[in-house]
Structures are given as C-alpha cells and as structure tokens.
T-cell receptor, first 115, second 111 residues
C-alpha cells in the first residue's frame, strides 16, 4: 500500500450505531487530519494531530471522537450520529516542519450515510 | 481570517478548449497556495502548488502563478481533455497546519 488509505470506503449506519473510520498513511508523515466534505459546502477541517497530539479541534460535536495511536494511524469513532452527518470524510497527512509550506496528501475518503 | 474564493461552476467546455479557473485569496503573512483535484468518487489529489510570490506551479499541463499583487492563483490549461472532468479546489496554507479551501469548481469537458 502506498500513500494514504482509508477504510471502509462506504458506510451506512443508523443513528444508534457505533462505528469507526480508519486512516493509515504510508508516507512517514508526522501530522494527520480529518476533513468533512458535505454537498455544496466547503471542505471543513475537523481535527489535526501533530506528533500524535491533537493540536486542533474545530468545534466538532462530541459524537465524533478522534484517536491517533501512532503517527501512521488515525481513527474517527462515530456514535449517535445525525442524518446531517452524512458526508465524505477525508483523511490527510503531511510532514509538519513548522514552516507552513507542507503539502497535505489525501486518502480516497469514506462515504458515510446516516439513516 | 484566511479565505479562498473560487469561481462557481459548473464550467462546461469542449475538448481541446482553454480552461481558466479563477482563485483569489485573503491571508495574513505569506501563505503557500495549492490546487487540488477531485475526480468522481475519489479523494483529493494535489495538482500543483506554489510557495512564494511569482512562483509558477505546473503539472499535467496545468499551470498557476502566485500573484501577490492581485492575491490570485488562477489555474489554466491550454487544451483540456475529457479526463480533466473533475472538481478543482484552490487552497492556501499559512503558518500552522490549517489548509483553507475554496468551495470547489466543477469542470465538465465534453468530447
């Protein structure tokens, strides 16, 4: 596997379910990100992890819970979601050097549908 | 705060036509600028980038020049193909980790 992978690619869940999205990067990067892409809305940054510590949380509801066990893996745990949470969830990674020029590389996304 | 404004799509054009997608930005400091492309059913792929004023990013026949005086980073391609049909996102990255995206421009190239 190369680049950034995400599983599952598609997920349908009920509002009472608990599920997790997984992201894995094979690029040796030290920063990982979760984004939400909804129809007709700009990409929204949800969480940023740098060196396995959460450095940004953009007012995301607590029903979304991220976890970064090591620099290669990032999870997004989902529970009691709402239908408006249906979206494409994108993971990205970068090599954070503190210079502000690092390129973020994206995975293919998980298409989530909440019924 | 930082922001990116792109022309709204969809942009529909014929194969071999010239493509321009306008992008302007507002940012403090000296951001890096990016164009990402999203093909149907896929995630975002980096298309090109520029890290300082007057830099030109290029890839796959696409070009964009970092214009600080007009705070713009317009994307151009001289002769598009059907396979260029996608959504194009302009983005900026200032100090820190945050990448600020424009709303995306859908491009449809017809044979």
């Amino acid at each position: 596997e190369t680049g950034v992978t995400q599983t599952p690619r598609h997920l349908v869940m009920g509002m009472t379910n608990k599920k997790s999205l997984k992201c894995e990067q094979h690029l040796g990067h030290n920063a990982m990100y979760w984004y939400k892409q909804s129809a007709k809305k700009p990409l929204e940054l949800m969480f940023v992890y740098s060196l396995e510590e959460r450095v940004e949380n953009n007012s995301v509801p607590s029903r979304f819970s991220p976890e970064c066990p090591n620099s290669s893996h990032l999870f997004l745990h989902l529970h009691t979601l709402q239908p408006e949470d249906s979206a494409l969830y994108l993971c990205a990674s970068s090599q954070d050097t503190g210079q502000g020029q690092e390129t973020q590389y994206f995975g293919p996304g998980t298409r989530l549908l909440v019924l | 705060g930082n922001s990116v404004t792109q022309m709204e799509g969809p942009v529909t054009l014929s194969e071999e036509a010239f493509l321009t997608i306008n992008c302007t930005y507002t940012a403090t400091g000296y951001p890096s600028l990016f164009w990402y492309v999203q093909y149907p059913g896929e995630g975002l792929q980096l298309l090109l980038k520029a890290t300082k004023a007057d830099d030109k990013g290029s890839n796959k026949g696409f070009e964009a020049t970092y214009r600080k005086e007009t705070t713009s980073f317009h994307l151009e391609k001289g002769s598009v193909q059907v396979s260029d049909s996608a959504v194009y996102f302009c983005a900026l990255k200032a100090a820190g980790n945050k990448l600020t995206f424009g709303g995306g421009t859908r491009v449809l190239v017809k044979p």
